[in-house]
């Protein structure tokens, strides 16, 4: 029987001093490549404008708790998430424990032994396991299931290898020093795979030659992890560094907001936007190095998945490999076409492990295209028309209220003491479809006694299209003018059935001043529910479903709200798709989509729409005048869409009879 | 020697009008200019510009020339600027210029403006107006060198009066045989129609996606159309169906028509469509749905069948 209390083990006990020394340089060497290569890496950053990180370190620890340590974004049930804990943890926990070890033997206090070190070899084991399962999940999953949007290079083959390799004889070495040193049993139990491998493989074997095998398998080790070390900054491995860099380094910015460009800045450079790529911030140029190419934002792309020329993936590894050669004009790498499928529906920012921004990547460059006249056709004119008209739809400003006739709406001027600001958008002002929203949200409010007014003809389009499109000094004169008389009407509290609209008066206008209390028509609708002035009315029996819009859902984090109204909880013929809620599908009107021209097998909304006929819905709830314009067109191009009614949740609620008590 | 040199277009048989508008432009920069027609069997067209004050309409008439090939055409429009030492080339914005003048000017080494709106007189110095950011701002721009190609919009300048005394017909000559051969006609697509043109005509009638195929639609669109000596027109959903081509598309991303009479057979009214119809003076729509959008902006509305109304209608109109 062992005293515990001794147990512990030799360090370069095999290793003559001369050998040491030569490890020792040869570590100090493959660090310096790292670190070279790394230091390349930051003077191609360097290159990028000056700024754009976050300065405060408390979001850098709460980000680097959330996301890089409990890896939140990489969690999903899927091979991929599962083998990237194995090899994370394993990956953290071994290099945790070699440094322990050099601190105990290099230390003034070796403490490495007794109950300590048992527990010690039990972990390290118990992790190395994890490492090699991960790394062997990982082959599999390149073998066999080959996902598309993984990317696949000879390369990977080499990094897992390396991967394996280094597991393996990391074992290896640990069982012919388990055995040369002759550890008994009781001890060498802990070191439990290495003992394993004692009591099969290596049973019978003489001690002098295992030492010799010992010294070998150590020293293959050795050049393995020299080798790991130099290869951390080529490829996939790059991530291990840059990704936690730019987990904490991305500005902290609500999901939805973009960066407002200052005039002043604009006249000394002569830039409105991106046309270089030294162009983009130094925290931009970053991030491109800390995609590992895991193509989670390819997956979730809604213009990838209609087969538009646009990958977010592909749009981040085009820019890295420009930035690679040295730089130059973006636009000679990222087609113009491929900006403009963006819808900005931020599936892909939500995706992102590393936090990467792909919509401020693609509207930084789109801001360039604008400024040199590159855009044209519909979308052109929607600018045109904002500009001119102060709506997209070119329709008279004066006609902002012919959605209003007959229901005598009073509007700031007429009611100055009203309560809520009923801020109806262009869509629900002028498309005569979404009219009807606009009609049967203020039918509800009366219902409910609530103390409303709207603009008139003072409300103007809040500039969302315009900025999403690229033309911000278009949005900031629409913000400016919306916020003088927003402040001259005296409103406070702000209610809107326009997602878009509700994201940037809420998230967008306080970048100009203008700070209100914002709420979409879903949230005032489902308090007042909740408050008895009003009901929910009786479902007509029919099975229905939501579609979540996405700058309510995704990027306001908005989806009880929605929920509420149309009686999600109560009603045991409410089906959820199978993308709902924070993780909603885009329609394919955001980013300016509304007004682009879409050749009918690349329409996002046909796909959304044979989502939701697939619940076997009749009725599509949504709560965005957009996505109700895109939906409705896309239940009709859709097998099957002509059964799916496609209603606002206001015009739901109306129709249910929801006068609550009365 | 010519001050400038004005591409003009045609369709065959006529000159197309909206390329005149560049003479307005030639007429401003002041000096001489030429008018350069290209084709085959051009007699005819040339004639009908001898008025427009220019020095000369200068024709290069080959059957090299008969399709618009725009290495040969780009070749044939340096050489005669080269010639006739012509300091502007001009021509107005069209799918064809921006097709053949780029070409044009790099084979002459010039610098290119497009769709110029305006010129200015700034020290001395002649600059351009064109329109960026998707036309909210212009941008004046100067261009070095003796010589350069533009476009103009066409819209931005009046057309020019053709009063002048007539002008002589120089035919240009060339080697026909050394004209660049990269490009080969393969075919050409015209539509005839004994129709209305869409955009000028005073009645449109115009069918959406309940006209289920191409027959029906024109056996119920067309049928009514005839009958009005109207226009067809189509909602991008019976453009997509394959219903109606795609030139007939009314809409946001289609064509724009003002006429004084739109008849709207089974339109539903997204906003989309009512983009392209909104400056109508009268509109009737005819839908089966009671809550169909359109309705809010139909001057008359008539909900039914169109299956039962478009028919009868039809022959009421052929009796009266």
């Known amino acids: 029987?062992?005293?515990?209390?001794?147990?512990?083990?030799?360090?370069?006990?095999?290793?003559?001093?001369?050998?040491?020394?030569?490890?020792?340089?040869?570590?100090?060497?493959?660090?310096?490549?790292?670190?070279?290569?790394?230091?390349?890496?930051?003077?191609?950053?360097?290159?990028?404008?000056?700024?754009?990180?976050?300065?405060?370190?408390?979001?850098?620890?709460?980000?680097?708790?959330?996301?890089?340590?409990?890896?939140?974004?990489?969690?999903?049930?899927?091979?991929?998430a599962f083998l990237h804990l194995l090899l994370f943890s394993g990956f953290v926990v071994l290099t945790i424990g070699t440094i322990l070890l050099g601190i105990a033997y290099d230390g003034p206090h070796n403490f490495h032994h007794g109950w300590y070190y048992l527990f010690y070899e039990l972990t390290l084991d118990v992790f190395g396991v994890a490492f090699i399962i991960g790394c062997l999940l990982a082959m599999y999953r390149r073998a066999f299931q080959r996902k598309p949007s993984l990317g696949h290079n000879r390369s990977d083959w080499w990094l897992l290898g390396l991967l394996l390799s280094l597991g393996i004889t990391g074992f290896a070495v640990e069982a012919l020093r388990l055995y040369y040193?002759?550890?008994?049993?009781?001890?060498?139990?802990?070191?439990?795979?290495?003992?394993?491998?004692?009591?099969?493989?290596?049973?019978?074997?003489?001690?002098?030659?295992?030492?010799?095998?010992?010294?070998?398998?150590?020293?293959?080790?050795?050049?393995?992890?020299?080798?790991?070390?130099?290869?951390?900054?080529?490829?996939?491995?790059?991530?291990?560094?840059?990704?936690?860099?730019?987990?904490?380094?991305?500005?902290?910015?609500?999901?939805?907001?973009?960066?407002?460009?200052?005039m002043e800045e604009v006249e000394q450079t002569g830039r409105t936007g991106v046309h270089e790529l030294a162009d983009f911030n130094r925290q931009q140029l970053l991030s491109l190095d800390s995609c590992m190419e895991c193509g989670r934002c390819e997956d979730a792309c809604p213009a990838t998945a209609t087969g538009k020329p646009l990958s977010p993936k592909a749009v981040v590894i085009d820019l890295r490999n420009l930035m690679s050669l040295g730089g130059g004009n973006v636009h000679g790498t990222i087609r113009d076409e491929t900006l403009w499928a963006c819808t900005m529906c931020q599936a892909c920012v939500q995706e992102c492990p590393v936090l990467i921004g792909h919509v401020d990547l693609i509207s930084d460059m789109r801001r360039d295209l604008i400024g040199e006249g590159k855009l044209s056709g519909p979308p052109a004119k929607a600018l045109q028309q904002i500009g001119s008209q102060l709506n997209p739809y070119g329709r008279p400003n004066s006609e902002r209220l012919a959605w209003a006739e007959g229901l005598e709406v009073p509007t700031a001027e007429s009611n100055p003491s009203f309560e809520y600001l009923f801020w109806v958008g262009c869509a629900a002002s002028f498309d005569p479809?979404?009219?009807?929203?606009?009609?049967?949200?203020?039918?509800?409010?009366?219902?409910?006694?609530?103390?409303?007014?709207?603009?008139?003809?003072?409300?103007?389009?809040?500039?969302d299209p315009a900025r999403r499109i690229g033309d911000e000094f278009l949005f900031q004169e629409r913000a400016r003018t919306n916020i003088e008389t927003l402040t001259r009407r005296k409103a406070k509290k702000i209610v809107t059935p326009c997602p878009h609209?509700?994201?940037?008066?809420?998230?967008?206008?306080?970048?100009?001043?203008?700070?209100?209390?914002?709420?979409?028509?879903?949230?005032?609708?489902?308090?007042?529910?909740?408050?008895?002035?009003?009901?929910n009315g009786i479902s007509n029996g029919e099975p229905i479903t939501l579609h979540d819009p996405c700058y309510l859902a995704r990027v306001n984090g908005e989806v009880?709200?929605?929920?509420?109204?149309?009686?999600?909880?109560?009603?045991?013929?409410?089906?959820?798709?199978?993308?709902?809620?924070?993780?909603?599908?885009?329609?394919?009107?955001?980013?300016?989509?509304?007004?682009?021209d879409e050749a009918p097998e690349q329409r996002v909304s046909v796909l959304r729409s044979q989502e939701a006929i697939a619940t076997g819905a009749r009725t599509l709830a949504t709560a965005c005048p957009f996505c109700l314009n895109m939906m409705t067109d896309g239940m009709a191009g859709t097998q099957g869409g002509e059964n799916v009614k496609v209603l606002d949740i206001a015009e739901l609620l109306l129709s249910r009879g929801t006068r609550a008590g009365r | 020697m010519v001050e400038s040199l004005i591409l003009i277009e045609h369709d065959r048989q006529r000159v197309k009008r909206s390329s005149l508008h560049a003479i307005t432009l030639a007429r401003q920069l002041g000096g001489e200019y030429a008018?350069?027609?290209?084709?085959?069997?051009?007699?005819?067209?040339?004639?009908?510009?001898?008025?427009?004050?220019?020095?000369?309409?200068?024709?290069?008439?080959?059957?090299?020339?008969?399709?618009?090939?725009?290495?040969?055409?780009?070749?044939?429009?340096?050489?005669?600027?080269?010639?006739?030492?012509?300091?502007?080339?001009?021509?107005?914005?069209?799918?064809?210029?921006?097709?053949v003048l780029p070409r044009a000017a790099a084979l002459l080494d010039a610098p290119m403006v497009t769709d110029v709106v305006a010129i200015e007189d700034i020290d001395g110095s002649i600059s351009y107006r064109r329109p960026i950011n998707a036309g909210s701002m212009f941008a004046t721009v100067k261009v070095q060198g003796d010589r350069r190609v533009l476009t103009v919009r066409a819209t931005a300048f009046e057309p020019p009066a053709a009063d002048?005394?007539?002008?002589?017909?120089?035919?240009?000559?060339?080697?026909?045989?050394?004209l660049p051969n990269g490009m080969q006609f393969v075919s050409r697509e015209e539509r005839k129609s004994d129709?209305?043109?869409?955009?000028?005509?005073?009645?449109?009638?115009?069918?959406?996606?309940?006209?289920?195929?191409?027959?029906?639609?024109?056996?119920?669109?067309?049928?009514?159309?005839?009958?009005?000596?109207?226009?067809?027109?189509?909602?991008?959903?019976?453009?997509?169906?394959?219903?109606?081509?795609?030139?007939?598309?009314?809409?946001?991303?289609?064509?724009?028509?003002?006429?004084?009479?739109?008849?709207?057979?089974?339109?539903?009214?997204?906003?989309?469509?009512?983009?392209?119809?909104?400056?109508?003076?009268?509109i009737v729509a005819i839908n089966k749905d009671p809550d169909a959008p359109i309705f809010q902006m139909a001057t008359y509305a008539l909900v039914g069948d169109l299956y039962q109304i478009v028919p009868q209608l039809i022959e009421s109109i052929g009796r009266a």
């Open chain 1, 1 to 80: 029987m062992t005293d515990i209390n001794n147990a512990t083990r030799e360090v370069f006990g095999n290793i003559a001093p001369w050998m040491r020394v030569v490890f020792f340089i040869m570590i100090a060497v493959s660090i310096a490549v790292l670190m070279a290569q790394v230091a390349a890496r930051v003077s191609l950053w360097r290159k990028g404008q000056r700024g754009g990180f976050e300065r405060d370190w408390r979001v850098w620890i709460q980000r680097l708790t959330v996301y890089a340590l409990a890896q939140k974004r990489v969690h999903k049930k899927s091979i991929g």
């Open chain 1, 181 to 262: 040193t002759q550890v008994q049993p009781d001890v060498a139990h802990w070191s439990i795979v290495g003992w394993l491998i004692d009591v099969t493989l290596l049973r019978g074997i003489d001690v002098r030659s295992a030492q010799t095998m010992h010294l070998a398998t150590w020293w293959l080790h050795a050049i393995l992890v020299a080798a790991f070390f130099a290869t951390i900054p080529v490829d996939r491995f790059l991530h291990v560094i840059t990704g936690p860099l730019n987990i904490a380094g991305r500005p902290d910015r609500p999901m939805g907001t973009l960066v407002p460009l200052k």
């Open chain 1, 433 to 463: 479809r979404a009219q009807k929203v606009a009609r049967a949200t203020v039918q509800l409010l009366r219902d409910a006694g609530v103390n409303f007014a709207v603009l008139g003809k003072e409300e103007t389009c809040t500039g």
């Open chain 1, 501 to 535: 609209c509700y994201n940037t008066l809420k998230n967008e206008y306080p970048q100009f001043g203008g700070q209100y209390q914002v709420q979409h028509h879903s949230a005032l609708l489902a308090e007042l529910i909740g408050a008895g002035r009003l009901s």
């Open chain 1, 560 to 596: 009880d709200a929605t929920r509420a109204v149309v009686g999600a909880t109560d009603d045991a013929q409410y089906r959820e798709m199978p993308r709902c809620g924070k993780k909603t599908f885009c329609c394919g009107a955001g980013g300016g989509r509304m007004w682009f």
């Open chain 2, 35 to 99: 008018l350069l027609l290209l084709g085959h069997g051009l007699d005819g067209i040339a004639a009908s510009l001898v008025s427009y004050g220019a020095s000369a309409v200068v024709v290069a008439d080959d059957p090299a020339l008969a399709e618009p090939l725009a290495d040969r055409y780009a070749a044939i429009i340096a050489e005669a600027a080269q010639k006739d030492c012509a300091k502007t080339v001009l021509g107005t914005s069209s799918t064809f210029s921006k097709d």
């Open chain 2, 164 to 178: 002048a005394a007539p002008c002589p017909i120089k035919r240009f000559e060339f080697d026909a045989a050394s």
């Open chain 2, 195 to 282: 129709r209305p043109d869409l955009t000028e005509a005073r009645v449109v009638v115009s069918g959406g996606r309940p006209l289920k195929d191409k027959e029906t639609f024109e056996l119920l669109v067309g049928g009514l159309a005839d009958a009005l000596g109207g226009a067809i027109g189509a909602t991008r959903a019976a453009v997509d169906a394959g219903m109606a081509p795609n030139d007939y598309q009314i809409g946001q991303t289609g064509k724009v028509v003002a006429p004084e009479l739109y008849i709207a057979l089974g339109i539903s009214g997204a906003i989309q469509h009512l983009a392209g119809i909104k400056d109508s003076r009268i």
